[in-house]
């Protein structure tokens, strides 16, 4: 009995032993502390700035040379571009869909007309930043909008900036540099006003396409190449049509 006793004994000692180390070996578990966190007190919000200076001297070469026209600063492509839903388009937005275009270009009625990015010195070939733009700039090729590289420490003057954006004819092109010259002064930007009334007061204004810029649309995720499809497990029903 006693031989049984101390055999017993040595086995238990084992397998504290073995269950010690299994224990220490093995990952610790996500904590979900983060959740009970106070939203300001754990991340106090504070102010920045939204564009670098290069981007800013390229706005406002834009806005110069397009007083007509719409220029929007740091757009997600979800924001204008819409793209069917048969597949995940949550796994869309992970692609690319979060990416920014640094500056949009829209007419009045906000329609996209062209995407100016601008190209930073320090941006490598391969890098981070040049596969994000080689990335959005597919998806914009695929959707016919222009897109213009511009490096930071050469942008355009603004009558080139014009014609690239926006290519005319001589005549086309000294009427808009009198609009531009016009909007500079009081009196002229009156004037102008007086002789040509706002473009929404000839052609009414019209709704753009709808995107697919949804704040609450959750779907499966896509599968892979090779992988059969799977079902999705999201139970509020895709909004009609999209």
Known sequence: ???????????????????????????????????????????????????????????????????????LAQVPLQRFIKVPTR?????????????NADLVVCDRHSQVIAVVEIQAEEDEAGGRAHRRRERM???????????????????????????????????????????????????????STAANPPLEEVMPMREPPPSTWFDDLDSAPAPLAGEPPKASTDPKPRPPGR
């Open 1 to 71: 009995m006693s031989t049984f006793l101390i055999a017993l004994a040595v086995l238990l000692a084992v397998v504290v032993v073995w269950w010690g180390i299994r224990s220490r070996g093995k990952p610790a578990a996500p904590s979900h502390s983060g959740d009970n966190v106070d939203t300001l007190a754990g991340w106090p919000p504070q102010a920045t700035r939204v564009l670098t200076t290069a981007e800013r001297q390229a706005y406002d070469v834009l806005r110069h040379a397009l007083p007509a026209h719409m220029i």
């Open 87 to 99: 597949n995940s388009y949550t796994e869309w937005l992970r692609r690319v869909g979060q990416i």
């Open 137 to 191: 700039m597919r998806v914009l090729g695929a959707a016919q909008i222009p897109v213009h590289l511009w490096r930071g420490s050469a942008l355009p003057t603004v009558e080139a900036a014009r014609r690239a954006i926006l290519p005319m004819q001589p005549e086309e092109a000294a009427q808009d540099e009198a609009a531009v010259a016009a909007a500079h002064s009081l009196p002229g930007r009156m004037a």
